[in-house]
Nanobody, 125 residues
Framework: VQVVESGGDLVQPGGSLNLSCTVSGLTFDDFAMAWFRQAPGRGREGFACVNWNGRSVYYVDSVKGRFTISRDNSKNTVYLQMNSLKPEDTAMYYC???????????????????WGQGTQVTVSS
């Protein structure tokens, strides 16, 4: 499985970014997909998941109402629209299959063997 994330940048607090993640090497619409992030000195955490057809999503409380995850199965691509960015959103962002199922299962990347290179998001004035 190969994953390529893009779209990260330096943005001011309150700003917006749209991340993309293109996946190859698997049957894309067999899997729920998720976004993860890792801030300096902290572990990687999953925070947004979208099921196989894009009709069901899940967010952790810290991003709920600010971030939107979506997918385009025709392009094997997952998106993350981030609004109202805060300095605490600063991290390296990754995407990956959320688990082994078409629906968000709470696995949060448990079965990922190789992560992509990620894309850096820095929120600072």
């Amino acid at each position: 499985v190969q994953v390529v994330e893009s779209g990260g940048d330096l943005v001011q607090p309150g700003g917006s970014l749209n991340l993309s993640c293109t996946v190859s090497g698997l049957t894309f619409d067999d899997f729920a997909m998720a976004w993860f992030r890792q801030a300096p000195g902290r572990g990687r955490e999953g925070f947004a998941c979208v099921n196989w057809n894009g009709r069901s999503v899940y967010y952790v409380d810290s991003v709920k109402g600010r971030f939107t995850i979506s997918r385009d199965n025709s392009k094997n691509t997952v998106y993350l629209q981030m609004n109202s960015l805060k300095p605490e959103d600063t991290a390296m962002y990754y995407c990956a299959p959320e688990g082994l199922r078409p629906h968000c299962s709470g696995a949060w990347g448990k079965y990922v063997e190789h992560w992509g290179q990620g894309t850096q998001v820095t929120v600072s004035s």
